[in-house]
């Protein structure tokens, strides 16, 4: 009889938490239709190919969230998602789908607890230097951006696993993050950690301004020196259009060392409820220490967007680049994209 009763209490009481609790199933579909233009590293010639590619704008992906009430303004939450290539039906994850085999979440993996403390997520999750990452990237922060051709600093690791995340709540549009993704590969001669990825962001977002700062060091396995990140994005919003202002460093270090300054200004204005119109110009130059000495890119993007409902718009655009070295000809590249974004 009194296992009886404690078999109906438990049902009770996990029948009071399923009551509380909510899964939301979620996701992105974005494909568009392109034109490349590049230049033949062999024959130097332009190859001009045309293309059906994923994530135009943002990459595909599905998911489950979801959340449990567990009183006093504390909830415990989790995230599973997984990336996609609408256009080939494959995996996709961090940016490399073969790369992800028999990763049943490649993109987000992560479980937490949430409250007037802010949020904490362990599992594979965003760093807090990608939260803040391209916060002020103009041209919907798309492939069809400037920064897409241009800078280096997009080959960050944004979602390293075996991570732990904290992120303050926010206090008079100020908040902040910080995390750390443990290597779990330590070196038995050094003691020291491979593979570990830290990071921090600082925001403020009141009214027309926004600006950031984000850092992330990750430590390579078998490298000493670790590559390095930084970004300091800005934007305001004058409402007939908003100023979008970025400067990033990139260290990267595969035979030699190459460090990296990167620049971008841009505007986006709405031209009505529906129509946006968005372009941006953007510069990068590898320092003179590199391999590839005299290294600059630079490029412009144009865009428009135009929304079709809360979770539809459809996307156009056109970005060109182009790569200088010394003693070498130039190397251009360009896309013209026209698709479709979806969220459900």
Do not use: C
Request: net charge neutral.
């Amino acid at each position: 009889m009194k296992k009886s009763l404690i078999a109906l209490a438990v049902l009770a009481a996990s029948g009071a938490s399923f009551a509380q609790s909510s899964v939301t199933i979620y996701g992105i579909v974005d494909a568009y239709v392109g034109v490349n233009k590049a230049v033949d590293a062999t024959t130097k010639q332009v190859v001009t190919s045309t293309v059906l590619n994923s994530g135009g704008v943002d990459g595909n992906r599905w998911g489950l969230k979801g959340s449990e009430d567990l009183g006093g303004g504390l909830k415990a939450d989790f995230v599973l998602e997984q990336g996609f290539n609408i256009d080939k039906g494959d995996v996709a994850g961090n940016g490399n789908p073969a790369g992800n085999a028999g990763q049943a979440f490649a993109r987000y993996s992560a479980v937490g607890f949430s409250g007037g403390f802010g949020e904490v997520k362990l599992g594979k999750y965003s760093s807090a230097y990608d939260m803040v990452e391209n916060g002020a990237n103009a041209v919907f922060n798309s492939g069809l951006s400037a920064e897409a051709g241009t800078w280096k600093s997009g080959g960050y690791i944004w979602n390293p696993a075996n991570g732990i995340y904290y992120a303050t709540p926010e206090f008079s549009g100020f908040s902040g993050a910080v995390s750390y993704a443990l290597g779990e590969n330590k070196n038995a001669v050094t003691g020291e950690g491979a593979g570990n990825v830290s990071a921090f962001n600082v925001k403020y977002a009141q009214g027309p301004i926004m600006a950031s700062l984000g850092y992330q060091t990750e430590k390579a396995t078998g490298n000493a020196t670790a590559n390095k990140f930084g970004q300091i994005n800005g934007s305001y919003d004058f409402n007939v259009a908003k100023l979008q202002l970025a400067y990033g460093t990139a260290t990267v270090n595969t035979a030699v060392t190459t460090k990296t300054n990167e620049y971008q200004i841009g505007v986006t204005a709405p031209v009505s409820t529906a129509l946006a119109l968005s372009a941006n110009y953007a510069y990068s130059k590898d320092d003179a220490n590199s391999a590839a000495t005299g290294v600059k890119r630079a490029g412009i993007g144009l865009g428009a967007a135009y929304t079709l409902s809360k979770r539809t718009f459809v996307y156009g655009g056109y970005r060109a680049e182009s790569a200088k070295q010394d003693g070498m000809a130039n190397v251009d590249t360009s896309l013209f994209a026209v698709g479709v974004h979806h969220v459900f």
